[in-house]
């Protein structure tokens, strides 16, 4: 099958295929320019620098404290990813007798894609529905002192998952178990 195409048709091609590069290209140096938006700032007193410092001289050595938090497992890269953790030792009290972190996996998979959406291009993890990739929660039990690392029976599939939510939660020298429930299973929605 022979198509044939008229001179004036070509150029009404290569004139339109010209636009869409250009476009393109505009559209590439425009998120690589330099932010043009000045900053106003003040500099910091002599005491407020030494609290600043001596704050961060008291969280030194907190980072491999035992952690709450949620987390998505990518089984195709075999990591974590999505993580959001905090250290136990921020809250002070404990909610229907465990301690967990405020986010949840909705509201965060909605934030980071839309993250994704407009400032990477749309690559990256957050595709599809947050409920759909294997999740789960860590949880704490002050009266047991117990972590409870919650997630669906997609961790049967994916049992390499377990050592990198100890790892990532600092959990290897704390007193952990791994339970499932069927709100992280694969397909299960918030209620």
Known sequence: MTMTVTEEELQRIVAAAVKLALKEVKGIEERNEEPTTQVETTEMGAEELDEAMRLMQSNRGKGDEPMVG???????????????SHRISDYTKAEYGCISCSEIHKDVWKKEYHRQKYKNDGIGPYTGAYEMVPRGRIFYNPDTEVFTIAVGNWIHQYPEAVPLIVDEFNLAAAIYEVKTAHHWDIGQKWN
């Open 70 to 84: 949620i987390f998505w497992y990518s089984p195709q890269r075999k990591m974590l990813f999505g993580v959001r």
